[in-house]
Antibody, heavy 120, light 113 residues
Framework: EVQLLESGGGLLQPGGSLRLSCAAS????????MSWVRQTPGKGLEWVSH????????YYADTVKGRFTVSRDNLKNTLFLEMNSLRAEDTAVYFC?????????????WGRGTPVTVSP | DIVMTQSPDSLPVSLGERATITCKSS????????????LAWYQQKPGQAPKLLIY???TRQSGVPDRFSGSGSGTDFTLTISSLQAEDVAVYYC?????????FGQGTKLEIK
């Protein structure tokens, strides 16, 4: 079955760090670019970060640039998001999303998400 | 960044009637090299991940009922549900993937009148 499964979310204080993981299965992970997208409670969707299929190219939303780092392990079919200097406004459900190609195209598969809560 | 603006924010529609959601981008998402519009539509039901409905503005994803259709070009796009079914109640989002900095519309909540 083609699927993405996020993990690593939790509750932490402002200024803290967290590492999210996304395990991919059912497709050739190394052939596809991947993204992280978040959704704040009751709000819409915000793209966070994107990584090329090889991992050589990465892109970030201005709201997380310099604090978040995306990476991938194509041997272990896993996507990561390292989050540092976390703020209350980073509280959201974080989804990993598979690109439909090796390029920056649309997302054709999403995980179920992992919640991150940043609160004193 | 390209700003995506959807309307309306909320849309009550009777079962069996047509539902129309619009999405306007602040810059054209029509790529000159391949004449493709870098615009997708997603459906999100409560507690679930978004589901791809339409890509390249008008191409229906495999398995999506043909009552869903997308149209438009450049900066103005439309998602149409020809005959609303109860299972279509959800929030719908447009997404531009023209730039490396993806942006979503704010969402349109579709409900039964």
């Amino acid at each position: 079955e083609v699927q993405l499964l996020e993990s690593g979310g939790g509750l932490l204080q402002p200024g803290g760090s967290l590492r999210l993981s996304c395990a991919a299965s059912g497709f050739t992970f190394r052939n596809y670019a991947m993204s992280w997208v978040r959704q704040t409670p009751g709000k819409g969707l915000e793209w966070v970060s994107h990584i090329s299929s090889s991992g050589e190219s990465t892109y970030y939303a201005d709201t997380v640039k310099g604090r978040f780092t995306v990476s991938r392990d194509n041997l272990k079919n896993t996507l990561f998001l390292e989050m540092n200097s976390l703020r209350a406004e980073d509280t959201a459900v974080y989804f990993c999303a598979k690109d439909s190609s090796a390029y920056n195209w649309y997302f054709d598969l999403w995980g179920r998400g992992t919640p991150v809560t940043v609160s004193p | 960044d390209i700003v995506m603006t959807q309307s309306p924010d909320s849309l009550p529609v009777s079962l069996g009637e047509r539902a129309t959601i619009t999405c306007k981008s602040s810059l054209s998402v029509l790529h000159s090299s391949n004449r493709k519009n870098y615009l997708a539509w997603y459906q999100q039901k409560p507690g679930q991940a978004p589901k791809l409905l339409i890509y390249w503005a008008s191409t229906r994803q495999s398995g999506v009922p043909d009552r869903f259709s997308g149209s438009g070009s450049g900066t103005d796009f439309t998602l149409t549900i020809s005959s609303l079914q109860a299972e279509d109640v959800a929030v719908y989002y447009c997404l531009q993937y023209y730039t490396n900095s993806y942006t979503f519309g704010q969402g349109t909540k579709l409900e039964i009148k």
